[in-house]
């Protein structure tokens, strides 16, 4: 069986991983897969799950916020800001799940702030043009 080197690299770590065997993932197409001797190719995946198996072991799963991937020389290059890996699909899908909430909480707290500053910022140029003082 022909096999392929995945690295795995994120913001603060970096895993090589031997002996893969094939490797499935997502991206703005749809679903995908990819074994040894793949032509050279390049994507972004799409926030999801991917996974990999490693000669006769079982699946790895990955929780991604979304990735690049390249693959070259029979060797997969997968880039991300954070990835998370697991062989037991119920954990890895329910720490995505968590992972999507924090999030979308931290992006609703980023909006909440931008219309505050937004309406400060109205209110200060009303305030300015009624007191009749030029703007800068």
Known sequence: MQTFILHLQDATQYERVENVASFVAEDDSGSFGLLAGHEKM????????????????????????????YFL?????LSTRRFL??????????????????????????????????EAMLKRLWELSRSGKKML
């Open 42 to 69: 390049m994507t972004s995946l799409v926030f999801g799950l991917a996974r990999y198996r490693v000669q006769e072991q079982a699946w790895q799963y990955l929780a991604l916020p979304g990735a690049l991937v």
């Open 73 to 77: 020389n029979n060797e997969l290059y």
């Open 85 to 118: 890996r697991d062989d037991n699909y119920d954990r890895i899908s329910t720490a995505l799940r968590q992972q999507l909430q924090t999030e979308e909480q931290a992006l609703q707290s980023i909006r909440t702030s931008l219309h505050q500053m937004e």
